[in-house]
């Protein structure tokens, strides 16, 4: 089956880190762009960052930049992002998502919670 | 960054009607390559957004045919010709040329 399964939220609190995982599987992952985007409670969506095929080139949201690494294991068909020094605007459901050709969003993981408090 | 401003915010629909969403952008989504880079996205309650449309106009594979997208530049539409209950959810617009990428705010589209 052609899925992705996020995994890593948690509660923390403000100024600590956490780190998201996406396993990807039923496709070629070592081919694709991925994505992560993110919800707040109640809120719309935001693009977060993206990642190409091999790693070289990352993107983020100057939100999260310097405080966000996304990288992924082709090997271990996984997706991840390094999320520190966390702030409570931060809380949100993190989606894992496939770029398909041209830069649509064709697959999208359920989601996992980081929710940033005290 | 780009902006993304969807109209209305929210709208109520007979099942069997029509309805249609705005989405307009700050800057031209065109490419160099005569592509462009907009998107539509539902998101139904409980679940991950899916995309419908992509450059503008073309449906995403399983997407039904009463939804359509229309647009150039600046300026974009999503029409569903005969909104059915399935429909119910929140309608996002997109850009994918200038990062970073951003959404519209959301159309939520409830049933009478």
């Known amino acids: 089956e052609v899925q992705l399964v996020e995994s890593g939220g948690a509660l923390v609190q403000p100024g600590g880190s956490l780190r998201l995982s996406c396993a990807a599987s039923?496709?070629?992952?070592?081919?694709?762009?991925m994505s992560w985007v993110r919800q707040a409670p109640g809120k719309g969506l935001e693009w977060v960052a993206n990642?190409?095929?091999?790693?070289?080139?990352?993107y983020y949201v100057d939100s999260v930049k310097g405080r966000f690494t996304i990288s992924r294991d082709n090997a271990k068909n996984s997706l991840f992002m390094e999320m520190n020094s966390l702030r409570a605007e931060d809380t949100a459901v993190y989606y894992c998502?496939?770029?398909?050709?041209?830069?649509?969003?064709?697959?999208w993981g359920r989601g996992t919670t980081a929710t940033v408090s005290s | 960054d780009v902006v993304m401003t969807q109209t209305p915010l929210s709208l109520s629909v007979t099942p069997g009607q029509p309805a249609s969403i705005s989405c307009k952008s700050s800057?031209?989504?065109?490419?160099?390559?005569?592509?462009?880079?907009l998107y539509w996205y539902l998101q139904k309650p409980g679940q991950s957004p899916q995309l419908l449309i992509y450059?503008?106009?073309s449906r995403f594979s399983g997407v039904p045919d009463r939804f359509s997208g229309s647009g150039s530049g600046t300026d974009f539409t999503l029409t569903i010709s005969r909104v059915e209950a399935e429909d119910v959810g929140v309608y996002y617009c997109?850009?994918?040329?200038?990062?970073?990428?951003?959404f519209g705010q959301g159309t939520n589209v409830e049933i009478k």
């Open positions: 450059e503008v106009s």
């Open positions: 997109m850009q994918g040329i200038h990062l970073p990428w951003t």
């Open positions: 800057q031209s989504l065109l490419h160099s390559d005569g592509k462009t880079f």
């Open positions: 039923g496709f070629t992952f070592s081919t694709c762009w």
């Open positions: 998502v496939r770029l398909g050709y041209r830069g649509y969003m064709g697959l």
């Open positions: 990642i190409n095929t091999d790693g070289s080139q990352k």
